[in-house]
């Protein structure tokens, strides 16, 4: 084993939906989409959690604005060691989005499945430039 495999900086707590939104449009063939990504974070000084609120949409790639879905996902991180927003490491910035996609993905399938509709099965992505807009869309609370 790699003894030089270090700790990651921070601890996945929990998520939860607090929004989603679905319209079903049959469309005949194989259907491709776009998903569109709003991230915002707030870190909070005492208690050292970092809560990221992830606005998704979800669009026909043919025309981007025929939205048929929508989620906002909710998710909080802990950090023990950070001290202010600028402690965080760069690297959380966009492994925070990378960890809570496959429970968007997971979700989006299942709800569209139990409705009896086709699943919608999202694309895996690289989520890497999301990094530096959370980034810059995050505050810090006392």
Request: hydrophobic letters at 40%; glycine letters at 4%.
């Amino acid at each position: 084993m790699n003894q030089d495999v270090q700790r990651a900086a921070f601890n996945f707590e929990n998520y939860k939906f607090t929004e989603f939104f679905f319209k079903y449009t049959p469309i005949e063939g194989k259907i491709t989409y776009d998903v569109k990504f709003d991230p915002k974070g707030i870190y909070k000084l005492k208690t050292g959690n970092f809560q990221l609120t992830l606005d998704i949409i979800i669009a026909h790639s043919e025309d981007r604005n025929h939205v048929i879905g929508s989620a906002t996902i909710v998710a909080n991180f802990r950090f023990d060691n950070a001290t202010s927003k600028d402690d965080i490491p760069s690297y959380f910035f966009g492994n925070s989005i990378a960890i809570i996609y496959p429970y968007i993905r997971a979700f989006v399938s299942n709800m569209t499945t139990q409705a009896q509709w086709s699943p919608l099965l999202l694309p895996l992505l690289n989520l890497s430039n999301l990094e530096a807009h959370l980034k810059a869309n995050t505050t810090e609370e006392e």
